[in-house]
């Protein structure tokens, strides 16, 4: 198999070595904590992030605490506060006031309930807005929403939000950054533009967390969501998040009022009263072991810092892109994803006709990303395991499908159910 390096000195090595690199990089010795299978290069981070090894640590912990206290777990081993505690340190990596989030149930159900909240606060007002190409399952619920709420669901193109933003518009509605392409929206700009016209922001958090320095309070955002399972490393099915400004807490109330989010949930009274603070936004009882998961995991995050996290992440790609343009230019690659790192989140995609098979014949060779339709392959770089070096050889691998023509095999035509 030819290198991309090898190629490159050949052509006057004009970028850095990956060793180099790697010897240079203040996060290198975080890759210890992960457990990544040897050889494999895993760039599906941005979908499911590699688990931490100290997860099971914890989760032995949490099942002697099951096993030996029972019910009293609740209380005793201080279960029934672990949606305010991973709140509150999630909180450190979103630019939040730790009373300002809550980890509770999945991305989609906290954009429903943060959602369907803010709409009475901008009185009078009929319209969500959002873009076309949000992530499929926020303009499912928000569509969901819009008839159950006796609202219009406003979609644009994502250079036409800030237009669409007019006096009829109560919520908008936005991923920070884009699934498919990585690129970020500026928060504080749409969150003021809302601001000045009378709406309110709800921002899905979920492709930013981890990977991109998110500052939800000094952009004035209103409520905003977010998955545990990508950058945070949280594990299949995390739980998610949902933020809420302290300044719409006390007039907020959640469309699905459970028992957790009563203000007195052990005394059983027959009539809802809210919680004073984000807690009124919980439903049912925790996932405590997925949540458990979650917590050891962000640990490492906070230890880190989100400006590290974020340095390293435009660096990795960056440096993908830089490989690909020098090693797979003619081959039909097109960046999708925008070129200033400053305004790219944690993964780099490429639109390509045969993305599909390209990427199973990758994924055989031991390079995982993914694909998603029509046409996008994605690379997540995930900024506390993958080394530089990781990212050179990815490339090198996916040179050697072009050039082998290995793609066409017919075994890679058939689409999985999960991409
Ligand atoms: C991953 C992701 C989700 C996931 O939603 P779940 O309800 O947790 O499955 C939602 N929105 C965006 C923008 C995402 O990237």
Request: proline share 5%; glycine share 8%; net charge negative.
């Amino acid at each position: 198999m030819k290198t991309v390096e090898g190629m490159r000195s050949g052509a006057g090595g004009a970028l850095p070595s990956a060793d180099t690199l790697d010897r240079d990089d203040p996060l290198r010795a975080q890759r210890d904590q992960f457990s990544i299978p040897q050889g494999l290069l895993y760039f599906a981070g941005h979908s499911l992030g590699a688990p931490r090894l100290s997860v099971s640590d914890r989760l032995a912990e949490v099942e002697r605490e099951w096993r030996r206290h029972l019910v009293r777990a609740w209380g005793d081993c201080g279960w029934i506060d672990l949606p305010r505690q991973v709140g509150a340190k999630l909180a450190s990596l979103i630019g939040a006031a730790p009373d300002e989030v809550v980890c509770a149930d999945s991305t989609s159900v906290n954009l429903y309930k943060t959602v369907f909240a803010a709409l009475p606060l901008a009185k009078g007002r009929r319209v969500i807005l959002t873009e076309r190409d949000n992530f499929p399952t926020d303009l499912y619920i928000l569509e969901g929403l819009a008839r159950q709420a006796r609202t219009e669901l406003r979609v644009v193109e994502s250079d036409q939000i800030q237009t669409a933003i007019d006096g009829d518009v109560a919520v908008v509605a936005l991923s920070h950054v884009n699934y498919k392409s990585a690129a970020i929206h500026d928060m504080a700009g749409i969150t003021a533009a809302a601001h000045k016209a009378g709406a309110l922001t709800v921002w899905d958090l979920s492709h930013a967390a981890g990977c991109v320095e998110v500052k939800l309070d000094e952009a004035e955002a209103d409520f905003a969501v977010g998955c545990g399972y990508k950058y945070l490393n949280g594990g299949p099915g995390a739980p998610g998040y949902l933020f809420a400004a302290q300044r719409h807490q006390a007039v907020v109330t959640s469309p699905l009022q459970g028992w957790l989010g009563h203000a007195a949930p052990f005394a059983f009274e027959e009539d809802f009263r809210p919680q004073e603070g984000i807690e009124r936004f919980l439903c049912g009882s925790p996932p405590i072991i997925s949540m458990a998961a979650l917590d050891a995991s962000l640990d490492l995050h906070r230890s880190v810092g989100v400006a590290a996290l974020q340095a390293k992440t435009r660096k990795l790609t960056d440096y993908f892109i830089a490989q690909m343009d020098e090693a797979a230019a003619g081959m039909g690659f097109e960046l999708v994803s925008p070129r200033d790192s400053r305004i790219r989140g944690g993964h780099v995609a490429y639109r390509h006709p045969e993305g599909y098979p390209i990427m199973a014949a990758l994924i055989e060779r031991g390079v995982v990303g993914d694909f998603r339709a029509p046409d996008n392959i994605r690379f997540g770089c995930s900024p506390l395991y993958l080394r530089f070096r990781d990212v050179a050889d990815a490339v090198a691998r996916l040179v050697d499908v072009m050039e082998t023509g290995a793609w066409k095999d017919p075994k890679y035509q058939t689409r999985a159910k999960v991409t």
